[in-house]
Every structure is written in structure tokens, then in C-alpha cells.
């Protein structure tokens, strides 16, 4: 069984531009989640995906906007990178919309 | 407004004591309390959980205490070990009707020392 696996690990942005980042669930699991881990805080989230449409939004602005696919993998993406977007981005995925949540690994996104 | 607060930030304690790590939460529409352990350069992975139906939960050297009226909840590690050194975060989840997502404390930096 393969765990939910995200792209890349780690990356370095400059302000105003875009990034893509990537999440592949796990087997049998239908839903993702995205949240933003600052520096020495908790988790919090973005969004969440089910069955490719967006299902629940946290405080975050329109920049932040998300994809899920067929497959069940998904993207965030984040527009018009301001400095305080510098994060670890963690994807979860469970199966069902209130199923336990298993994370990724993260993407460590640095702005400059 | 933060919807659960974990104490303390940050926590010593000698190998072979007890961690106790502290959650308050507002809600009590929240129906599950998971512990989440994070290792440095890792994702959060669940420890624990309770639901609000019991008031205690053991697993190994595990256990979350809960008391419903005060809605608090507490994770307490015995015996604990420098491999326990970690960043616990305890979160609240509304899983029945009107789902909502997962929310995280703040964390809590475990260092045991030898």
C-alpha cells in the first residue's frame, strides 16, 4: 500500500510569482486535504478536496485555489507569492470526507 | 479565534518520567480528539484518539484523558524516551453531521533527555 506522497520536497520562489505543488493519496482514498504548517505552529487548512470538487475552504484568499483528478491526486496552487506563503504544505488523504487523515511528507516552500 | 489551545509550548522531562500535554477547546460540537506526533522534516502522523463517549483512552505507553465538562483533553506519555522527542499536536474533528475539517493546537516540543 502506498502512502500519500507530495512534489517537490522542497522549493524557493521569488515574490509575485506561482507554484504548483503536488499530492498523490493513498490507495482507496477518495479525499485530499491541504494545510499550511508554519514555522513552529500547527497545521492549518486550506482546503479540501472530494471526488474532484472543492468541499470545505479555510481562511485562506482565492490565490489559493486546488485541482483534484480522477486518479484522486491533487494540486495546490498558489498565485502571486507574497513572503509570509513561506511554509511547509501538507497534503492528507482519507477515504471519505470525515475518514481518518493520513499525511504527506510536505513541501518546505521558501519566498524570497 | 483559536478553537483549541495546547499547553505548553514546550516540554523537558527526564527519561522514564511522564509528558502531559494539555488541550482546551470551545466547541462542543466536536466529536473526535485525535494526538498527532511529528517528527522534524515529516508529516504529522496520528498517535491517539478518543471520541467523547469515554474518558480515558490507553494505547502502550499512551493515554488521553478526557473530561467532557470541562472540554479539556490531555495526552500523557509514560515511561517516557528519547525516541518520544517530538512536536504533539492534539487536534479537534467534527466527523458526524456537518463534517467539519481537522484543527490543530499550536504544538507542543517534546524533548526527553537521558
Known amino acids: 500500500e502506498t502512502g500519500v506522497t507530495q512534489s517537490p520536497t522542497h522549493l524557493i520562489k521569488t515574490r509575485g510569482q506561482q507554484v504548483t505543488l503536488r499530492c498523490s493519496s493513498q490507495?482507496?482514498?477518495?479525499?485530499v486535504s491541504w494545510y499550511q504548517q508554519a514555522l513552529g505552529q500547527g497545521p492549518q487548512f486550506i482546503f479540501q478536496?472530494?471526488?474532484?470538487?472543492?468541499?470545505g475552504r479555510g481562511n485562506f484568499p482565492p490565490r489559493f485555489s486546488g485541482l483534484q483528478f480522477p486518479n484522486y491526486s491533487s494540486e495546490l496552487n498558489v498565485n502571486a507569492l507574497e513572503l509570509d506563503d513561506s511554509a511547509l504544505y501538507l497534503c492528507?488523504?482519507?477515504?471519505?470526507?470525515?475518514?481518518?487523515?493520513?499525511f504527506g511528507e510536505g513541501s518546505r516552500l521558501t519566498v524570497l | 479565534q483559536q478553537q483549541v489551545k495546547q499547553s505548553p509550548q514546550s516540554l523537558i522531562v527526564q527519561k522514564g518520567g511522564i509528558s502531559i500535554i494539555n488541550c482546551a477547546y470551545e466547541?462542543?460540537?466536536?466529536?473526535?480528539f485525535p494526538w498527532y506526533q511529528q517528527f522534524p522534516g515529516k508529516g504529522p502522523a496520528l498517535l491517539i484518539a478518543?471520541?467523547?463517549?469515554?474518558s480515558e483512552k490507553k494505547e502502550g505507553r499512551f493515554t488521553i484523558s478526557f473530561n467532557k465538562s470541562a472540554k479539556q483533553f490531555s495526552l500523557h506519555i509514560m515511561d517516557s524516551q528519547p525516541g518520544d522527542s517530538a512536536t504533539y499536536f492534539c487536534?479537534?474533528?467534527?466527523?458526524?453531521?456537518?463534517?467539519?475539517?481537522?484543527?490543530f493546537g499550536k504544538g507542543t516540543r517534546l524533548s526527553v533527555i537521558a
Open positions: 492528507a488523504s482519507s477515504f471519505e470526507r470525515a475518514g481518518e487523515l493520513f
Open positions: 490507495s482507496g482514498h477518495n479525499t
Open positions: 478536496y472530494y471526488r474532484e470538487e472543492e468541499n
Open positions: 466547541n462542543t460540537a466536536f466529536d473526535y
Open positions: 478518543i471520541r467523547p463517549d469515554v
Open positions: 487536534a479537534i474533528h467534527r466527523r458526524g453531521s456537518g463534517n467539519t475539517p481537522l484543527v
